[in-house]
């Protein structure tokens, strides 16, 4: 008995090894493998100067610390993560409490909302650019239309990282308004027809029902918000290039332009492991924090 | 590494397949499945075929040509043709032209074919690669070839300004393939209107404010409607900043890729006027402007005059709808501007046989009467002197002076920057002529920023 | 209040279509017109002729559909399987594995572009289809997507299927797929729109027309060095690349919000 048991349990290990084996061989040659490659590319030095990789041990990340492209990187990655996810996430929930009722025309404001979701980034960045343009720019030539000056949205220090983040806040709002919407949906209406039975006002209602009630979904929308900040250079490449100097580029766009453009691979490893080192951070937290308040189906 | 990966792979399909194998209906997984071996299969077999290319020896040398597509129009045809009239000339080469996406992608490109030990015979590339390609070991020097096949004489017809880049050390490195230079364009109607000769631009850098001040026309409020010059700051302002310095005295690196000059007086000058273009005299748009929207501002008569490359002048020629005319960029101790565009190279790591039969196509090509059609086709600059000798050519600039500026002020034209680790080097000083031009930093602090930058970077080859 | 909240509701929505209707006029208009915000409005399909002529988009389509298509065809096998697994079978270690699976979803392969670019160098498949797909084609996301609706399978059907004779891929094929077809669709619609969108990876790994998708072509058209932007043409090439999905998504608005609405709820 007992050894049929046994043997019955090895047959179920090794059906499901040979279930997850597809997944994961891919996973392995392209998340772990290149996990532990970058880590150990990172103590060599590795450029076009030299034809076989030097180990250098820390030289790299030394090389990180006083690198002022790399803290202006980093800086700006808090900017935009700092710009675009509350305000996406804000709008997000704005819209799906005005779309979450039945009005006429509803359906219609609601794909209005969300189409920029399914819209390539590189597309958005051409329509974008078109956008900021000086002079003949939509933005520019309204500003002209009321008699004020022009903005160089894009060429200015001052005003690049805005128009990214109004740029990023217009795509993503709509993404996020939809898993308010699911979260609203699945929320029972009895609970505030009640509390409107016992006065309260609609605000008071969505203050004390509502926002908690939607917590989970709250969360796991900044998860998604945050890695994406990290995730969203594409526009970089047509907009602007990460200029002018460096004041709308970002961490992976910086790897980018390190790994492909000057060759130099130790440098692109170690910049890549900063990257890493945040996203499994983030991740860890979530998983051992976050994710059992979120688990509540 | 490569044999644990590409095992990995085959158990990864094997095992996919396995799986499938002993289910009846699974119809879509099965497809997936053969579509990807299917794609495996190919690749193998390219690899066979190259192999067995290498091996045996065969009566048509063929070898591969990587070549790059910068200008608009259907160029790659005119490529094939240029192939297939090679080898009517020389049936026992054939030349296999491969379209490799632009100038970064086709670098890219011949890294990875060079790292993986499968280089082109030829490819074109930026001239400015000279030295990164020095340093990966990939390319051969050219002496001996052009030695046996006229030497001096042959070498010295290009124009001297194209070589600079081509050669380091003594020897010759590249032949100038697709080359451009950057010039002046400016809107005749407008000179007219503002009481300008629109016969010529201006010729220094004092009637170049002054012309731009009289070009510049703004509206009641005071808001700008047209600008008198725009010159392009987005992602390589090294190269308009190298026009500048030119005029001002001198290059901004020395021959052997090792040294920079950034930190001049001259070129502080230079970038000061560059500068007060913006916030002295209020002629040019503050802050950065965007390389690829320039064209187009000069198209909407947004802007009465531009810096930009020769390359562009086609595209004006059919956009554009009124007279334009081209010029020298205005001088200041002298005319200036640095080259652009591309070069041939020839491999390394390929057959003595390869390289003399590549040899023999570079040669072809580059013989006045093609050098002349190439140039009309495209819109670059012919590379050879006696290429503008040729009725051909002569009669292409009758009909169209402005094709032959470019030409001329190739007479004060000098390399681009060219360096070891060029894209490092480039970065430094492209962000801090941004933070110039953003009003960041003064020229002075920029410009000795990005000299200490570039003294570090460079310090390794010194 | 309501006036407000609906008001305020419609200016914002207005607001949102800005940019789209923007670029198809400017896409429609004669290029002449495209930079004035002229009342008058002249159709015209000469942008749309000229980009179509100036860059391969044909291939570039055919690229797109094949990246896309093959991606999700790999992507639905690998996930039913590995999921099937998690939902169903009681195997050594699965919690760990299974965190160690959703460690894809935090640290994406679009931020390890680097080192897969390495890997793919190795691999020996740079500027192939290939390439671009298969870091792709194990989906953590899948995987935990369609366990959850695995979950929800009554274990009875399961055996069920077992007296009749079947072995376990049957059962996933004859059972599980029909049952979680509704989260195939969703994983569906976000896998293809996912990558119909990717833009960095591909533009590292191509070189050539031949393996380049709309993205990538897109973005080399619109920096054409030398002739600058043509606005005229790059939104009308721009409007050809966001067409199809536009169009999906007006035609299948209530299954792709739903689709998105499903794939965020646990």
């Known amino acids: ?297 | ?462 | 209040m309501k006036r407000l909240v609906d008001l305020s509701m419609y200016i914002l929505a207005l607001l949102w279509v800005v940019p789209l209707a923007w670029l198809v006029v400017t896409a429609f208009q004669p290029k002449e017109l495209a930079t004035s915000l002229s009342p008058h409005f002249v159709f015209t399909l000469d942008n749309f002729r000229d980009a179509w002529e100036a860059a391969p988009f044909v291939t570039y389509y055919i690229n797109t559909f094949i990246i896309v298509f093959g991606i999700l065809a790999v992507q639905l096998v690998t996930a039913t399987l590995a999921a099937y697994a998690f939902a169903r079978l009681n195997f050594w270690g699965r919690d760990i594995i299974f965190i160690l699976f959703l460690l894809q979803i935090m640290i994406p392969a679009d931020i390890l572009i680097f080192p897969n670019y390495n890997i793919l160098r190795d691999l020996g498949i740079l500027d192939t289809k290939l390439g671009i797909m298969i870091p792709y084609f194990a989906t953590a996301f899948g995987i935990f997507l369609l366990r959850q609706t695995f979950k929800t399978i009554p274990f009875e059907l399961d055996e069920a299927a077992r007296l009749d004779g079947c072995n376990l891929l049957q059962i996933i094929w004859n059972v599980y797929v029909p049952l979680a077809k509704p989260t195939f669709i969703a994983f569906g619609l976000v896998s293809v729109s996912h990558h119909w969108s990717n833009f960095l990876w591909p533009l590292i790994v191509t070189n050539s027309v031949d393996n380049r998708p709309l993205t990538v072509g897109l973005s080399i058209f619109a920096k054409s060095f030398e002739t600058g932007a043509q606005w005229g043409q790059v939104t009308a090439a721009t409007f050809m690349v966001i067409f199809p999905l536009i169009l999906a998504f007006f035609i299948f608005q209530k299954q792709f919000i739903s689709s998105f609405m499903q794939s965020g709820i646990k």
């Open chain 1, 1 to 297: 008995m007992r050894k049929k048991w046994r043997s019955n349990q090895l047959k179920v290990n090794i059906y499901a090894w040979l279930l997850l084996l597809p997944s994961f061989i891919f996973l392995f040659l392209f998340t772990y493998l290149p996990i532990f490659q970058t880590l150990s590319l990172s103590f060599y030095r590795a450029d076009l100067s030299i034809a076989e990789p030097i180990f250098t041990g820390l030289e790299n990340f030394r090389l990180l610390m006083e690198d002022k492209v790399f803290w202006k990187v980093m800086t700006n990655n808090a900017i935009f993560a700092l710009g675009t996810i509350p305000l996406s996430v804000g709008i997000g929930l704005i819209m799906a409490l005005m779309v979450n009722r039945a009005i006429r025309g509803i359906g219609w404001v609601r794909t209005f909302f969300f189409y920029p979701v399914v819209i390539p980034m590189i597309a958005i960045a051409n329509i974008w650019l078109f956008i900021y343009t000086p002079s003949y720019g939509l933005i520019n030539q309204v500003l002209g239309f009321l008699q004020l000056p022009d903005i160089n949205w894009l060429g200015s220090t001052s005003t690049v990282m805005i128009a990214m983040i109004i740029m990023v806040v217009w795509k993503e709002a709509g993404f996020f308004m939809i898993f308010y919407l699911a979260g609203l949906q699945n929320i029972s209406k009895e609970l505030s027809e009640s509390a409107k039975i016992d006065g309260a006002s609609s605000l008071m209602i969505f203050r004390k029902i509502t926002f908690p009630l939607l917590m989970p979904t709250t969360l796991f929308v900044l998860i998604i918000a945050v890695t994406n900040s990290f995730k969203l250079v594409d526009h970089l490449v047509i907009m602007t290039q990460g200029g002018p100097n460096n004041a709308s580029n970002l961490l992976l766009y910086y790897i980018y332009e390190t790994a492909f453009s000057y060759w130099d691979q130790g440098y692109a490893a170690t910049l890549t492991v900063v990257l890493l080192v945040m996203m499994l951070v983030f991740a860890v937290w979530q998983f051992f924090g976050l994710d059992r308040k979120i688990h509540y189906s």
């Open chain 2, 1 to 462: 590494m490569k044999k644990i990966v590409s095992l990995l792979s085959i158990i990864a399909f094997v095992s996919m397949f396995m799986l499938m194998a002993c289910s009846s209906e699974s119809a879509t997984g099965t497809e997936s499945n053969s579509d990807s071996t299917d794609q495996t299969d190919n690749n193998n077999t390219d690899t066979d075929n190259q192999e067995a290319d290498a091996n045996e020896p065969e009566e048509i040398i063929e070898i591969d040509w990587y070549y790059p597509i910068a200008v608009g129009g259907p160029l790659t045809q005119v490529i094939e043709k240029m192939a297939d009239d090679f080898h009517a000339d020389f049936p026992n080469i054939k030349v296999n032209p491969i379209y490799t996406g632009s100038y970064d992608e086709t670098m890219t490109r011949t890294q990875t074919a060079v790292q993986g030990n499968n280089a082109p015979e030829l490819a074109v590339l930026l001239s400015t690669e000279l030295y990164t390609l020095l340093d990966m070991d990939a390319i051969i020097p050219l002496d001996e070839l052009i030695e046996d096949n006229g030497g001096e004489e042959f070498i010295n017809d290009f124009f001297p300004a194209f070589l600079e880049n081509a050669q380091t050390g003594g020897s010759t490195y590249g032949i100038p393939f697709q080359r451009s230079t950057i010039v002046l364009y400016y809107n005749k109607e407008a000179f007219e209107e503002a009481g300008l000769d629109p016969e010529k631009g201006p010729e220094n850098w004092d009637e170049l404010v002054a012309y731009a001040e009289k070009l510049t026309q703004t509206d009641g409020n005071g808001n700008v409607e047209r600008w008198g010059v725009e010159i392009p700051t987005s992602g390589f302002p090294y190269w308009l900043f190298q026009g500048f310095a030119l005029q001002n005295g001198k290059n901004l690196m020395s021959d052997d890729g090792k040294e920079v000059y950034f930190d001049t007086p001259e070129n502080v000058e230079a970038l000061q006027l560059w500068l007060d273009l913006a916030h002295e005299y209020n002629v040019m748009p503050q802050d950065v402007i965007d390389w690829a929207t320039v064209p187009s501002d000069f198209i909407e008569e947004k802007t009465a005059m531009i810096y930009h490359t020769t390359g562009n002048l086609t595209n004006i020629r059919n956009n554009a709808g009124f007279e334009f005319g081209v010029s020298f960029m205005p001088g200041n101790k002298q005319y200036g501007s640095p080259t652009g565009g591309g070069n041939f190279y020839i491999f390394k790591d390929v057959p003595e046989e390869k390289q003399q039969a590549a040899w023999e196509f570079v040669k072809w090509v580059s013989e006045p009467e093609r050098a002349a059609q190439w140039s009309i086709d495209t819109g670059y600059v012919a590379v050879r002197e006696s290429a503008y000798e040729t009725e051909l050519m002569a009669a292409y600039v009758e009909d169209f002076p402005q094709a032959a500026v470019a030409r001329d002020q190739l007479e004060f034209a000098s390399a681009e920057l060219s360096t070891h680790q060029n894209g490092r080097v480039y970065k430094a000083i492209n962000d801090n002529l941004q933070a110039a031009v953003v009003g960041q930093k003064t020229p002075e602090e920029a410009l000795k920023d990005a000299q200490e930058e570039a003294d570090r970077i460079l310090a390794p080859f010194n």
